[in-house]
C-alpha cells in the first residue's frame, strides 16, 4: 500500500507531464495567439457600449449615471453599461480586458498615456479631436490624453490636490489661513494646534503604498523644487534636491507626530473619512473632498471646510496633475458609437452641470454662472491652482518606476532607510526603465 | 496499521480503473472495447474544458516565459530563451517576497493543523446540539476570501477598527495602534491571522472525517490497559489520523504558497512591501507593469516550487507509514 503512493506520484506527474507537453506542443504554435492586430473596428455607431469608469474623487456613481441616461436620451440608438472599479483596479482592469475588447470606452490617467498609446491599448484620436477643443480646453487638462503630439483620449477630469483646513480647529488655536500658504506655515500651525491640544494629529495623507503615496510626494517635490527627471529626460533626478528635501519633509511632520501614523494606510478615501470626522485639521486632497466634507450626511464638520491652493515650498506650489481622460480603446468593435459618448461626456455642457464633483476641463467654464454657483470658493482657488501644475514623468514605463518608487518611499517614511538611500535605491532601479 | 490502511482516500483505482483486465475470449475484449469507447466518448467533454483551460494555458505561458511580451495584444516578440528566468531569480524583491511567502505559509499551516485538530476533537465529542456547532463552524470556510479580508480590514482599522476599541476598551493595549501601516512584520503576522481564522475549519472538517474513521474500541482497549487521554491521543489518533493530516497538509501548504487575495484586499502589499508575497509579485510584475513573460516565469518557478513541495511531503508520508508501529 505505501508503495502505492511513490508510484501514484510518479505515475501522476509522467501523465501530467505528457499532457502539458501536448498543450505546450499546441501553444507554442505562435507566442502572440492566433489573429492579428487589436481586433477592433469603427462599427455602425449605433448599438451597445460599455464604459469602464473608477469608483472614487472625480465624478461619483451616482453622476456617471446620471450622464449616460441622459446621453441615451440623446442618442435613443446607443445604448451604453457603465461599470466602476476602485482607481487602484483600474489599470491593471484595462490592461486584463484590452485583448478581449471588454470595454469600448475606459477612464485613463494622466500617468498612462505613454503606455496605452505605446502599446495601443487605447486608439490615437488625434485626427478626431477638433482644433476648437486644443484651445478651449485648459493646458493641464490637454496634457492628460496626450503623449509625444498625439492624443489618446478627451480630458475629462481636470484635477490637483488642495489644501482643505478645519476653519473651527484654526480658529480654536488662533492660527490664520493666510498663513497656511507656505508648508512652513502649515508646520507651524500644526504645531499650534497640537500644543493647544485642538487636535492631537492635526495632518493626515494618502500615503498607503499606492500611486496616491505618489501624488503627495509629487506634489511636495514641485514646492521644493525639485523634479522627477533631468531635463532631457534621460535620467532619474529626484534623488536628490527638491526630490530629497520633499521625503525629508514628509518623515519629519511623522517624527514630530504632526502626521497621523495611520496616513501610511491611507487613502484618498480614509483621508476624507478622518477629516470628514474632525480627527484632522489639514489634509491634501482632490477637489471632490469640499463637497463631501461639507455634506452633514457623511461629515462631522460640515460648514467648516476651507480650501486653499497647495502651499508653497522653497519654491512655488504646483499641485501634481491628477486629470483623467476618457478613451477609446483599440479592442472596441463600435469605435463610432464610442466616441459619440466620450464627446458628449466630456462637452462643456456636461461638464459645468456636474461640476460640484470634479471641475470642468475648459477654461470658459470657469467663468460659467452655473460652475461658479456650484462651488463658490473652490473656483476662484482652482482658477489659480490650475495654472501651476507638475506631471509625473510620462514616460511609457511610468507604472513600474512607480512601484518601485512607492515601495521606497514607504522605506524612508516608516523608518527602514535613510530619505537618501531609499531615493538613490528607486533611482538606481528606476533608472534602466526610463528608455 | 490496519486501520490506516483501510481509512486511506484512495484515488489509485480511479486512475486505474480506466484499464480493462485483459480477457482471454475475443467475444468479451469485443464488448470491453465498446466499453472503452464509450467512456472515452463521455470523457471527450471533460476533457475538452481541462485542455482548453488548464493544459493548454499552461502551456502558452510556458512559451511566453521565453520571449519578452511586453504587451497584451497578439504580435511578434522576440525570444529570449532563459534571459526572463535568470533576470527575475536576480531581483532582490523577488527574494524578499520569497521569504514572506515561506513564512506566510509555515505559520499559517502550523497554525490552522493545530487549532483544525483542536476543533476537530471538539466537533466530534458527542456534545448536544452538535449539528449546530458543525454547521457554525463552517461559517468562515464559506466565507469568499475577498469577504474575508475586506472584514479583516475593517476590523483592524487603525481608526475606526473594532480590534482596537476592543482591545482598548479591555485595557490590553494604550490606544489605537495601527495594525497594516507601520509595521511590515505586523501587517504580515495580521494576514495569517485572516487566513488562520478562515481556513481552520476546513482543517477541522478534514480532520474530523479522519478522526471518525478511528474504531472506538481501540480508545476502550488502550482505557482497558490503563492509557489516559493524552497517550491515547499520540498513541491512537494522531498515528491514524496521520493519512489525513497529510493530505490537508499538502493541500494547505500549497494554498497558502499561492496566497494572492487576502493580501490584495488587505494591504495591497504594503507597507513596504512587507505583506508581498511571490504570487503578488507576479500579478505586479504581469499586468501592472505588463511584463507578462515575468510573470509567466516566475508562476512556472512557483509550481516548480510546490511540486517539490508537494513531492516532499508525499515521500515522507510514506517514511512515516513505514516506520509506524
Known amino acids: ?435 | 496499521m490496519t486501520a490506516a490502511q483501510t481509512s486511506r482516500p484512495a484515488p489509485v483505482s480511479a486512475g486505474r480503473g480506466a484499464h480493462p483486465p485483459a480477457s482471454r475470449r475475443p467475444r468479451a475484449r469485443r464488448v470491453k472495447l465498446g466499453q472503452v469507447r464509450l467512456a472515452l466518448l463521455l470523457l471527450l467533454p471533460a476533457a475538452v474544458v481541462v485542455f482548453g483551460v488548464v493544459l493548454y494555458p499552461a502551456g502558452r505561458a510556458l512559451v511566453i516565459s521565453f520571449y519578452a511580451v511586453d504587451s497584451p495584444f497578439p504580435g511578434t516578440y522576440p525570444f529570449v530563451g532563459l534571459r526572463n528566468y535568470t533576470e527575475v531569480l536576480a531581483d532582490r524583491r523577488l527574494w524578499t517576497a520569497v521569504e514572506h511567502t515561506f513564512y506566510f505559509t509555515a505559520v499559517s499551516t502550523a497554525l490552522e493543523l493545530v487549532l483544525g485538530l483542536g476543533l476537530a476533537k471538539l466537533l466530534a465529542a458527542p456534545l448536544r446540539m452538535r449539528w449546530l456547532f458543525r454547521a457554525v463552524v463552517v461559517l468562515p470556510w464559506a466565507l469568499p476570501t475577498i469577504v474575508n479580508g475586506a472584514m479583516w480590514r475593517w476590523i483592524l482599522n487603525a481608526q475606526y477598527g473594532v480590534a482596537n476599541a476592543l482591545l482598548t476598551t479591555l485595557h490590553l493595549q494604550d490606544g489605537y495602534r495601527s495594525w497594516l501601516g507601520t509595521d511590515p512584520f505586523l501587517a504580515l503576522n495580521m494576514v495569517v491571522v485572516a487566513d488562520v481564522w478562515k481556513n481552520t475549519s476546513l482543517v477541522a472538517f478534514f480532520l474530523l472525517a479522519g478522526l471518525q474513521t478511528i474504531p472506538q474500541d481501540l480508545y476502550e482497549a488502550a482505557r482497558v490497559d490503563g492509557a489516559g487521554p493524552i497517550r491515547s491521543f499520540f498513541r491512537i489518533t494522531v498515528p491514524l489520523l496521520l493519512p489525513s493530516i497529510a493530505l490537508v497538509l499538502v493541500l494547505r501548504t500549497i494554498e497558502a504558497f499561492k496566497v494572492f487575495d487576502i493580501v490584495y484586499v488587505m494591504t495591497g502589499g504594503g507597507p513596504a512591501s512587507g505583506t508581498q508575497t511571490v504570487t503578488f509579485f507576479t500579478y505586479l510584475q504581469a499586468f501592472s507593469a505588463q511584463r507578462f513573460s515575468v510573470g509567466a516565469a516566475l508562476a512556472y518557478l512557483t509550481v516548480l516550487t510546490i511540486l517539490a513541495l508537494a513531492l516532499l511531503y508525499l515521500r515522507l508520508l510514506r517514511q512515516a507509514e513505514l516506520s509506524a508501529p
Not at chain 1, 495632518?203 to 503615496?213: D, G, H, I, N, P
Open chain 1, 1 to 435: 500500500m505505501a508503495e502505492n503512493i511513490g508510484e501514484l506520484s510518479r505515475r501522476g506527474i509522467l501523465r501530467l507531464s505528457a499532457l502539458a507537453g501536448a498543450g505546450l506542443a499546441v501553444g507554442a504554435c505562435d507566442v502572440g495567439g492566433s489573429g492579428k492586430g487589436d481586433g477592433g473596428g469603427q462599427g455602425t455607431g449605433e448599438g451597445k457600449i460599455t464604459a469602464l469608469f473608477m469608483k472614487q474623487a472625480g465624478y461619483s456613481e451616482d453622476d456617471i449615471n446620471a450622464m449616460t441616461a441622459e446621453f441615451q436620451k440623446a442618442y435613443p440608438k446607443i445604448t451604453v453599461e457603465p461599470s466602476f472599479v476602485a482607481y487602484e483596479a483600474l489599470h491593471d482592469k484595462i490592461v486584463a480586458a484590452a485583448p478581449a475588447g471588454t470595454f469600448d470606452v475606459v477612464l485613463i490617467d494622466v500617468i498612462w498615456p505613454a503606455e496605452f498609446g505605446s502599446k495601443r491599448i487605447v486608439t490615437d484620436v488625434s485626427d478626431q479631436f477638433p482644433a476648437s477643443w486644443k484651445t478651449g480646453m485648459l493646458g493641464g487638462a490637454l496634457s492628460t490624453a496626450s503623449y509625444h503630439n498625439r492624443y489618446y483620449g478627451v480630458p475629462w477630469i481636470l484635477d490637483t490636490k488642495y489644501l482643505f483646513y478645519n476653519t473651527d480647529m484654526l480658529a480654536r488655536a488662533g492660527v490664520d489661513p493666510a498663513s497656511l500658504s507656505t508648508w512652513d506655515g502649515v508646520l507651524a500651525a500644526a504645531r499650534a494646534l497640537k500644543d493647544k491640544n485642538v487636535v492631537e494629529l492635526p495632518l493626515v495623507w494618502s500615503w498607503k503604498q499606492a500611486e496616491a503615496l505618489v501624488c503627495d510626494y509629487t506634489q511636495l517635490v514641485g514646492a521644493f523644487g525639485g523634479k522627477f527627471l533631468s531635463d532631457d529626460g534621460k535620467s532619474v533626478a529626484f534623488n536628490s534636491g527638491g526630490g530629497l528635501r520633499a521625503l525629508e519633509f514628509m518623515k519629519q511632520t511623522l517624527d514630530a507626530k504632526l502626521s497621523n501614523p495611520n496616513s501610511m494606510e491611507s487613502l484618498e478615501e480614509d483621508v476624507r473619512k478622518i477629516f470628514s470626522d474632525g480627527q484632522a485639521a489639514m489634509a491634501l486632497n482632490w477637489t471632490y473632498m469640499f463637497n463631501a466634507a461639507n455634506d452633514p450626511q457623511q461629515s462631522k464638520i460640515a460648514g467648516k471646510v476651507g480650501v486653499a491652493t497647495t502651499p508653497a515650498g522653497t519654491s512655488g506650489g504646483p499641485g501634481v496633475n491628477g486629470s483623467m481622460a476618457l478613451s477609446v480603446s483599440s479592442g472596441s468593435k463600435n469605435q463610432k458609437a464610442a466616441w459619440t459618448y466620450v464627446s458628449y461626456m466630456t462637452s462643456a455642457g456636461v461638464q459645468n452641470k456636474y461640476a460640484k464633483s470634479s471641475l470642468p476641463c475648459w477654461s470658459t467654464s470657469y467663468d460659467d454662472s452655473q460652475v461658479v454657483a456650484a462651488l463658490p470658493q473652490v473656483v476662484p482657488v482652482a482658477k489659480k491652482q490650475l495654472a501651476s501644475l507638475i506631471e509625473r514623468p510620462q514616460v511609457p514605463r511610468y507604472n513600474e518606476i512607480s512601484l518601485i518608487l512607492q515601495a521606497e518611499l514607504q522605506n524612508a517614511l516608516l523608518g527602514k532607510k535613510t530619505p537618501q538611500k531609499a531615493l538613490d535605491d528607486a533611482a538606481g532601479a528606476g533608472r534602466s526603465l526610463l528608455s
